[in-house]
């Protein structure tokens, strides 16, 4: 085999070695941000229930009007007895702070990224998302639910 054709030879297993790597490094950052599309997803379900929840009467199991005695288990996610709900994609906890107003915590399995989302009533108006949470912005692992 000639000099040119093992020069060509390398060139093109270095290529496709970078093409590899490239192509690796996109799909991960686009698996990055599927898993933040998820958990942020996933929450606003939580808050929708929450407010469906709210607008139940008491005799059918709901807050008649008000978020008060509101846990993760009455709106169907399954707690074990912790105060979290882990989730595929993320780890839930929900924070009664009034009659009309609770806080859902939220942050994913490396507990690297996640939010709060802050609901006082029962319209999409009445709905917070901080931008960390819609960024896939850092989080301390102390703010995640435990």
Known sequence: MGQQQLLLLVLGIVIVGLAVVVG????ERNQEQAAGDAMVNDA??????SQVWALKPKL???????????????????????AYYEGYNARFAIA???PTQIAITFCNKAQSAG????????D?????????ALEGGRMDASDCPS
């Open 96 to 98: 009664v702070s009034s």
């Open 24 to 27: 690796l490094q996109a799909f």
């Open 60 to 82: 059918h199991g709901g807050g008649q009007g008000a978020y008060t005695g509101l846990t993760l288990d009455a709106i169907g996610y399954s707690t074990g007895g912790n």
């Open 44 to 49: 606003l379900r939580m808050i929708s229930d």
């Open 124 to 132: 999409e108006a009445n709905i917070t998302m901080d931008a960390a």
């Open 115 to 122: 939010g709060t989302a802050v609901v006082t009533g029962i």
